[in-house]
C-alpha cells in the first residue's frame, strides 16, 4: 500500500540530484507509483472516486511540493561546493609563480612614457599604415627627393581615396603631422611606435621601434631642444655624466638639424654610455637625430610659423635598449625565443617610476 509519509521523507532526504531524480520516477513516473494510483481512478465507481480522487491529487501535490524544494536544496549545494572548490586566493603574492615577460622594448617604451610625462609630454600615436602626403611631403620631402629613395619603403599596391600612395610607415615623423593638424599649439608629445623599412642584417630589421619628440609653442630655440635631450638622456641611463655633442646635419623636416652624439666608454667589449674625455678611454656614438621644426612643415600643418617654433627629434627604441641593457644583435630582439626572453625581459610588476628608480 502506497505510504505519502513515507514516499516525503524519502524525498528530503534524497542526498543527490541523481538519487532525487530515482525518487521522482518511482513516484510520479510514466509508471509511478502515484500515476497507477491516479490510473485507478478510472476503473473506480463514481462514489469511489469522488473520495479517493482529491487524496491521489493530494499525493501528486505534496510528492511535487518536495521534489520541488529538495531539489532547490540539492543544487545550492552543489553551487556552494562549487565555489568552495573554486575559490581564488587573492591574498598570495601575484609573482609567487611568475610567467611570462615584458619584453625589453616594451618596458623602453613605458620607460621614456614615464620620463617624459615629468616633463610634460603627452604620449601621441599614429597608424602604422600611413599614406605618402604624412609620411614624406608633408616632412618637407617631395616626390623627387633622395630621402625617399633612402627610406626603402614598403609600398602598397593600391592607392587611398584621395589618390595617396600608401605605404608602411618608415619612421614615427608623420606622427608630428597629425599632431599638428589635430591639436592647438603648445604641443609636447613623443610618439613611440614600429616603423617598417625594406632593410634586414645584425643591426637592421624590417621592421623597429622609434620614439618621435615634437615641441610647438612660441619662442622655442634650441637650448629647449639640447635641455631636453639631456634631461632625458640622464633619466634614461639613470646617470648624471651624460654628455653630449650637437653636430651639424641634415634632415627636410628641420633646419637647423642636428645630429646628438653622447660620450661612452668602451668596457668589456661594451659600450657604457656616460663621461667623455680626450683619453683612448672615450669616444662619441651618433644617437638620435633632430632640429629645429622646419617653417615649411608647420605652414605644410595649417599653423603658422611666424607665430609658432618647436623642435623635434627621433631615436631608435632598439637602439637604446641594446644600449643600456646590453644585448648584441637586433634580430634577437624579434625571434621569440623564450629563453632570450627570460633573460632580458621584464616583470609584469616591475613597472617603471621615476621615484622608485626608472629601471628597477
Ligand atoms: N625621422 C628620422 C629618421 O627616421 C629621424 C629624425 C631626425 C626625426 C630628426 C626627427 C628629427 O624628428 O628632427 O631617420
Same mark, same amino acid.
Given at each position: 500500500?502506497?505510504?505519502?509519509?513515507?514516499?516525503?521523507?524519502?524525498?528530503?532526504?534524497?542526498?543527490?540530484?541523481?538519487?532525487?531524480?530515482?525518487?521522482?520516477?518511482?513516484?510520479?513516473?510514466?509508471?509511478?507509483?502515484?500515476?497507477?494510483?491516479?490510473?485507478?481512478?478510472?476503473?473506480?465507481?463514481?462514489?469511489?472516486?469522488?473520495?479517493?480522487?482529491?487524496?491521489?491529487?493530494?499525493?501528486?501535490?505534496?510528492?511535487?511540493?518536495?521534489?520541488?524544494?529538495?531539489?532547490?536544496?540539492?543544487?545550492?549545494?552543489?553551487?556552494?561546493?562549487?565555489?568552495?572548490?573554486?575559490?581564488?586566493?587573492?591574498?598570495?603574492?601575484?609573482?609567487?609563480?611568475?610567467?611570462?615577460?615584458?619584453?625589453?622594448?616594451?618596458?623602453?617604451?613605458?620607460?621614456?612614457?614615464?620620463?617624459?610625462?615629468?616633463?610634460?609630454?603627452?604620449?601621441?600615436?599614429?597608424?602604422?599604415?600611413?599614406?605618402?602626403?604624412?609620411?614624406?611631403?608633408?616632412?618637407?620631402?617631395?616626390?623627387?627627393?633622395?630621402?625617399?629613395?633612402?627610406?626603402?619603403?614598403?609600398?602598397?599596391?593600391?592607392?587611398?581615396?584621395?589618390?595617396?600612395?600608401?605605404?608602411?610607415?618608415?619612421?614615427?615623423?608623420?606622427?608630428?603631422?597629425?599632431?599638428?593638424?589635430?591639436?592647438?599649439?603648445?604641443?609636447?608629445?613623443?610618439?613611440?611606435?614600429? !616603423?617598417?623599412?625594406?632593410?634586414? %642584417?645584425?643591426? /637592421?630589421?624590417? @621592421?623597429?621601434?622609434?620614439?618621435? =619628440?615634437? +615641441?610647438?609653442? *612660441?619662442?622655442?630655440?634650441?637650448?629647449?631642444?639640447?635641455?631636453?635631450?639631456?634631461?632625458?638622456?640622464?633619466?634614461?641611463?639613470?646617470?648624471?655624466?651624460?654628455?653630449?655633442?650637437?653636430?651639424?646635419?641634415?634632415?627636410?623636416?628641420?633646419?637647423?638639424?642636428?645630429?646628438?652624439?653622447?660620450?661612452?666608454?668602451?668596457?668589456?667589449?661594451?659600450?657604457? !654610455?656616460?663621461?667623455?674625455?680626450? %683619453?683612448?678611454? /672615450?669616444?662619441? @656614438?651618433?644617437?638620435?637625430?633632430? =632640429?629645429? +621644426?622646419?617653417? *615649411?612643415?608647420?605652414?605644410?600643418?595649417?599653423?603658422?610659423?611666424?607665430?609658432?617654433?618647436?623642435?623635434?627629434?627621433?631615436?631608435?627604441?632598439?637602439?637604446?635598449?641594446?644600449?643600456?641593457?646590453?644585448?648584441?644583435?637586433?634580430?634577437?630582439?624579434?625571434?621569440?625565443?623564450?629563453?632570450?626572453?627570460?633573460?632580458?625581459?621584464?616583470?609584469?610588476?616591475? !613597472?617603471?617610476?621615476?621615484?622608485?628608480?626608472?629601471?628597477?
Amino acid at each position: 500500500m502506497f505510504d505519502i509519509n513515507q514516499a516525503i521523507l524519502a524525498i528530503d532526504h534524497a542526498e543527490t540530484l541523481d538519487a532525487l531524480e530515482a525518487l521522482r520516477v518511482q513516484f510520479l513516473g510514466k509508471n509511478g507509483e502515484i500515476t497507477l494510483l491516479m490510473k485507478k481512478l478510472g476503473q473506480m465507481t463514481q462514489d469511489e472516486r469522488s473520495s479517493f480522487g482529491p487524496l491521489f491529487n493530494g499525493y501528486q501535490r505534496e510528492a511535487n511540493a518536495a521534489i520541488a524544494s529538495r531539489k532547490t536544496a540539492l543544487e545550492s549545494a552543489v553551487l556552494d561546493a562549487r565555489l568552495a572548490n573554486e575559490r581564488i586566493d587573492m591574498t598570495l603574492p601575484a609573482d609567487a609563480a611568475p610567467k611570462g615577460s615584458i619584453h625589453p622594448v616594451s618596458q623602453v617604451m613605458d620607460e621614456l612614457a614615464e620620463i617624459f610625462a615629468d616633463m610634460g609630454f603627452a604620449v601621441a600615436t599614429g597608424p602604422e599604415i600611413e599614406d605618402d602626403w604624412r609620411n614624406f611631403t608633408a616632412l618637407n620631402i617631395p616626390e623627387t627627393h633622395p630621402a625617399r629613395a633612402m627610406h626603402d619603403t614598403f609600398y602598397f599596391p593600391d592607392k587611398d581615396a584621395e589618390g595617396r600612395a600608401m605605404l608602411l610607415r618608415t619612421h614615427t615623423s608623420p606622427v608630428q603631422i597629425r599632431t599638428m593638424m589635430s591639436q592647438q599649439p603648445p604641443i609636447r608629445i613623443i610618439a613611440p611606435g614600429r !616603423v617598417y623599412r625594406s632593410d634586414s %642584417d645584425a643591426t /637592421h630589421t624590417p @621592421m623597429f621601434h622609434q620614439v618621435e =619628440g615634437l +615641441v610647438i609653442d *612660441r619662442g622655442i630655440h634650441m637650448g629647449h631642444l639640447k635641455w631636453t635631450l639631456e634631461t632625458f638622456l640622464k633619466a634614461y641611463f639613470e646617470r648624471d655624466d651624460i654628455v653630449l655633442r650637437l653636430r651639424p646635419s641634415y634632415f627636410p623636416f628641420t633646419e637647423p638639424s642636428a645630429e646628438v652624439d653622447v660620450g661612452y666608454k668602451q668596457e668589456k667589449g661594451r659600450r657604457i !654610455v656616460g663621461g667623455h674625455g680626450d %683619453d683612448d678611454a /672615450h669616444a662619441w @656614438m651618433e644617437l638620435l637625430g633632430s =632640429g629645429m +621644426v622646419n617653417r *615649411r612643415v608647420i605652414a605644410n600643418c595649417g599653423l603658422d610659423p611666424d607665430e609658432w617654433q618647436g623642435f623635434a627629434f627621433g631615436v631608435g627604441v632598439d637602439r637604446l635598449a641594446m644600449l643600456k641593457y646590453g644585448m648584441d644583435d637586433l634580430r634577437a630582439f624579434f625571434d621569440g625565443d623564450l629563453r632570450w626572453l627570460a633573460h632580458y625581459g621584464f616583470g609584469a610588476l616591475s !613597472v617603471p617610476t621615476l621615484s622608485g628608480g626608472i629601471s628597477a
